[in-house]
Every structure is written in C-alpha cells, then in structure tokens.
C-alpha cells in the first residue's frame, strides 16, 4: 500500500460556522476520517497552517515546499488541501520551488465544506489520494474529477463544483471510478530534486484599466518594485496614444525594474509581436509573458528575484 502524507493548510474544505462566517476549523485528521480514505493508501496528516487562502502569502508558498522537500524520501506521495481562491497561486509557486520533483504532489479543496450535505470535498480528496498514490512526478491540481498541471491552471468559478480549468495546456487527467486516467504520459525528472529559493516579494501585478494614468506604473517603481506584470488588453496591447504608457515603461527600464506583459484574458496568451501597440510597448523594454498565467509569472519573477541566493538541496 502506498504510504502518502497529507499536508493541511485550511481552506473552505475545513471550515466550519464561526461568529463572522465560515473559517477553517477542522485538522488534516478530521479531514482523512470524514472521507473515509481508510483503505486507498496508508495515510499520515501534517498540521501545516490553518487558514483562508486569501490570507496564504509567498512566505507559505516557501513553507509548503520545506514540507515535502523534508519529507520526500519518506512518502510515495503528498496530497496538500487548500483553499480555493489563491491554490492557482500556491500550486504554480509549488511547481516552480520543488524542481525536478520524483513524486506526486496533489492540491485540492472544496467549494463547499466537508461537512455540508452535498459538498465536494470527497470526491476531491479521493481523486487526489487516487493521483498521489499514481507515482507520476509532479505537481497537480485535483478538482472537479479533474486533473491539472499546476503550472497552468486557474479558478474560474466562485460556486461551479468545477471550479479550476487548465489555461493554454491540455488537461492531464479524470477521475474513473477509483482511478485516474491520464490523457499524457509522464514526463520523468530532468535532473535530481532541489528545494529552490528564496523568493523575493518586491513583484507587483498592474491590471490596466481604460484611461488609467501611467503614473500609477511608475508609482509603483517608486515604491521599489523590482518586476512588475502589466495585464494589457486583449492580446497584452497598451495604450501608446493619449494616455500612453509608453513614459513610464521607460522610466521603469531606466530605474532597472522588469515589465512583463501579459493579458487580461483567461485563454490563449499575451502576443506583443502583433499589433502596434505591442511592438512598441516591446521597443519601451516590456517583456512578453507569452501563455504563461499571471499566477506562474507571479511567483517565477519572486523566484528570479530571489535567485542571488544560493539554493538549497536536499
């Protein structure tokens, strides 16, 4: 039986009534014993945190990773329940902190509570049990009887029970009965395991807005900034007319701050190469973040950022 470690941090799929709303109440314990996951594998929970995921920051990104990079020997494979409103945030820095990861490890949450009637917080842990158990290297999301690379995935329901879709990459797999079928093969690791880091938070995120003032970019850059991600319009175009941002892109590239340049849209990618105003929004020095989500380009530039430090292997 295959031995599996599930890290607990929250999220609605443990929460319960509280004085002011709902809020994570249940351990990683309570969670295993209310699935009935007794008998799918040989299951031990870590009390990790115990919070709503807009209140997950980079540092538990960091945390998280510790986590399995310390206990990765010892298990065959990790399930990590999340809430659901940042897990696209958590699984894309997951992806990028544990390189060249030699085991599953599998998030996932709820929409509903554990305890609610008609909740989907079971049928979420077994496909992530199922997944985790698998053996396939890598990070995943399980949602919805669903499979996704957590590198590029995005929720795009607040109350849809299928909550997470892949953005710009096919979906990896689907829960059949009591087990995953996998529309890909694995791919094995490329080199051995490392726990990358540490990240560095100065990294913003700007959604444009029509008419908005390139003073707030710069403002930005004041505020000491060091890569900050334009969400554009469409294609990742900015205005280069009227209210221009092409100034302020220049006063970024003479103060050594990275834009990157994606856009606003959910499918398909930023394409600075096509239209004139992403050309010249290019010749102003902003980067293209090409099909990568807002989320992995978030946490791969706190990444790149954090990068003068030397990175730990384990």
């Known amino acids: 039986m295959k031995k599996l470690c599930l890290l607990a941090t929250g999220g609605t799929i443990a929460s319960v009534a509280g004085k002011d709303g709902l809020r994570p109440g249940l351990s990683g314990e309570e969670l295993l014993a209310r699935a009935g996951l007794a008998g799918l594998a040989e299951l031990t929970a870590v009390e990790l945190l115990a919070l709503d995921s807009t209140n997950v920051a980079p540092e538990h990104w960091e945390k998280i990773a510790r986590a399995v990079a310390e206990r990765r020997e010892e298990y065959d494979g990790f ?7 940042t897990m696209a ?15 599953p490890v599998v998030l996932t949450g709820s929409q509903l509570p554990i305890e609610v009637p008609g909740t989907d917080a079971v049928q979420n842990l077994r496909a992530a049990v199922f997944a985790a158990r698998s053996g396939r290297p890598g990070v995943f999301v399980a949602f919805g009887g669903k499979i996704l690379l957590a590198a590029a995935c995005r929720k795009l329901y607040t109350e849809n029970l299928v909550a997470f879709h892949p953005v710009n990459v096919p ?15 694995a791919e094995a690791p490329s080199g051995p395991f490392r726990l ?3 990240l560095d938070t100065r990294v913003a995120v700007l959604k444009l807005t029509p008419g908005m003032d390139g003073k707030i970019l710069t403002s930005l850059v004041d505020a000491g900034y060091r890569s900050i991600i334009v969400e554009g319009f469409g294609a ?40 004139e105003n992403g050309i010249l929004a290019m010749q102003h020095g902003m980067l293209s973040g090409g099909e990568k989500t807002t989320e992995y380009l978030y946490a791969e530039e706190m990444l790149r950022l954090g990068r003068h430090v030397p990175h730990v292997v384990y």
């Not at 992806?95 to 030699?102: A, F, G, I, K, T």
């Open 79 to 85: 399930l990590l329940t999340h809430g659901t409103d």
């Open 89 to 103: 945030y958590t699984a894309a820095a997951l992806s990028l902190l544990l390189e060249n990861l030699d085991r």
């Open 171 to 185: 979906l990896l797999g689907e829960l059949r009965g009591s087990e995953i079928h996998w529309w890909q093969a």
């Open 196 to 198: 990358r880091g540490p």
């Open 236 to 275: 990742g175009g900015v205005p280069t007319a009227g209210h221009s941002l092409l100034p302020a892109l220049d006063y970024a590239r003479e103060k050594g701050v990275r834009i990157i340049g994606t856009t606003q849209c959910t499918f398909d990618g930023a394409h600075l190469n096509r239209y």
